[in-house]
């Protein structure tokens, strides 16, 4: 790994690599740094553990809690969901994605670092105030919550579906799907989250459609059922 990359890694515990665009929901990756020893107060962000759902070996959907002691042989299929990384004072970071792939390496007898990477941006969600990426991830869970009613499946199943489909045309999907919804609502029954929301994910497919990247024609939530 790159040193000035490795020595931003243990300064923050975690790193987003650049977005796609400058005005991107979300990221194109994620590195986490994760020790099997405390540095103290040396650091504000001391990853300890993480959580995330990945598919296993047997095809199923499961949740993980991966610790520096894991054993990790090979690269592991992330699935579409949250991954919540905890330090050890209890300080947590979030995001959500929309899966993706995970490589783990050991860079120190002491430091082993993941790296997630995805075809669709990482959403990097905060405690506090709605960021396009919050509003996206939350717009994102209800509309998989009605499919999955819709569909009559349990949770294990529903996350085994979803990733069978490719990260970038699931984002495309979820996108189209909440744009649809939005331009039904008249801007009286509009709410400014939800007007921040839409505008960021016009945005989002202009630049998509301007670098000849939105697929044509455009994958829907409700085909996914037919993979």
């Known amino acids: 790994m790159d040193t000035s990359l490795l020595k931003k890694l243990e300064n923050l515990g975690y790193y987003t690599l650049p977005p796609r665009h400058e005005h991107c929901v979300g990221h194109t990756g994620l590195f986490m740094l994760i020790r099997r020893e405390a540095v103290g107060d040396e650091v504000d962000f001391d990853p300890k553990t993480f959580h995330l759902r990945l598919l296993d070996w047997d095809g199923k959907a499961h949740w993980t809690t991966f610790k520096v002691t894991t054993p990790f042989p090979m690269s592991r299929v992330v699935c579409p969901g949250p991954l919540t990384i905890q330090d050890r004072a209890g ?53 998989w919550a009605e499919l999955q009613a819709d569909w009559g499946i349990d949770d294990e199943a529903f996350g085994r579906q979803l990733t069978r489909t490719d990260p970038f045309h699931l984002f495309v999907a979820t996108l189209q799907a909440i744009l649809d919804r939005y331009e039904h609502l008249s801007d009286s029954h509009t709410l400014q989250q939800q007007q921040t929301l839409y505008h960021a994910l016009q945005h989002e497919k202009t630049w998509l459609q301007q670098t000849s990247q939105w697929p044509d024609p455009v994958p829907t939530l409700a085909a996914l059922r037919k993979q």
């Open 91 to 143: 300080k947590r970071a979030t995001f959500f994605v929309f899966g993706g792939s995970l490589e783990a390496h050991d860079e120190t007898p002491n430091e082993r670092v993941y790296s997630l990477r995805s075809s669709a941006p990482v959403l990097e969600l905060t405690a506090v105030g709605s960021t396009p990426a919050n509003l996206l991830a939350t717009e994102t869970e209800v509309l």
